[in-house]
């Protein structure tokens, strides 16, 4: 049960090159969630999945698309990479159990953008 | 203002001391309050979940939630150089049609350092 698996874990792109991030569950999750870290900004959401087939924005879409491939793989897609997009990206997949929402994070991908 | 406040510090603080980490927030509809810990190079995970008001105690780790002040904390105790971590606090609203989709808002993150 390897959980969130993303690739590739880093990765250095010139400014206008396109690039896909690739992230998988095997926990049978419903939902899932692109997210970027910057320095002094905390988590913040690119794009979710409530379910196989939607998408819907976050807080952060400009510049970015996803697929939701299947149940288990969503993908996150920069066209025309800016160095704005330099950050750490994270891959979340969740279960609801309850009242209770676990997410449950990949390892990251950390991109530069030059 | 950010939704969501958290001072980013760097903490540092010896080994055995009690830590407290904070959260302020500013949207009423928040229902959902979680702590991440996130060490370095590695993705959060969950530390503490809490639901509207009140404490939830789980082991060295303490979670106390006023929503009447909209303010969460997050208190550790006998605090270890493992504890060395990011700490990123997290809310959201309650799901609407009981979807299992949760669109958190996080705060900045406090970078804390036990020392030894």
């Known amino acids: 049960n390897a959980g969130v698996t993303q690739t590739p874990k880093f990765q250095v792109l010139k400014t206008g090159q396109s690039m896909t991030l690739q992230c998988a569950q095997d926990?049978?999750?419903?939902?899932m969630y692109w997210y970027r870290q910057d320095p002094g900004m905390g988590l913040r959401l690119i794009y979710y999945?409530?379910?196989?087939?939607?998408?819907d924005k976050g807080e952060v879409p400009n510049g970015y698309n996803v697929s939701r491939l299947n149940k288990r793989e969503f993908s996150l897609r920069l066209e025309s990479a800016a160095p704005s997009q330099t950050s750490v990206y994270f891959c979340?997949?969740?279960?609801?159990?309850?009242?209770?929402?676990?997410?449950?994070f990949g390892p990251g991908t950390r991109l530069l953008v030059l | 203002q950010k939704e969501v406040e958290q001072d980013p510090g760097p903490l540092s603080v010896p080994e055995g001391a009690i830590v407290s980490l904070n959260c302020t927030y500013s949207?009423?509809?928040?229902?959902?309050f979680m702590w991440y810990r996130q060490y370095s190079r590695k993705g959060p995970e969950l530390l503490m979940y809490?639901?509207?008001?009140g404490n939830k105690e789980d082991g060295r780790f303490t979670a106390q939630v006023d929503k009447s002040s909209k303010y969460i904390s997050l208190f550790i105790r006998d605090s270890q150089p493992s504890d060395s971590a990011t700490y990123l606090c997290?809310?959201?609203?309650?799901?609407?049609?009981?979807?299992?989709?949760?669109?958190?808002?996080f705060g900045q993150g406090t970078i804390l350092t036990v020392h030894p």
């Open positions: 926990m049978n999750h419903n939902s």
């Open positions: 999945s409530a379910s196989e087939g939607t998408t």
């Open positions: 979340a997949s969740s279960v609801l159990a309850g009242y209770s929402e676990t997410q449950y």
């Open positions: 949207n009423s509809a928040f229902q959902y």
């Open positions: 997290a809310m959201r609203p309650a799901n609407a049609g009981g979807t299992s989709y949760g669109k958190l808002t």
């Open positions: 809490t639901y509207s008001s």
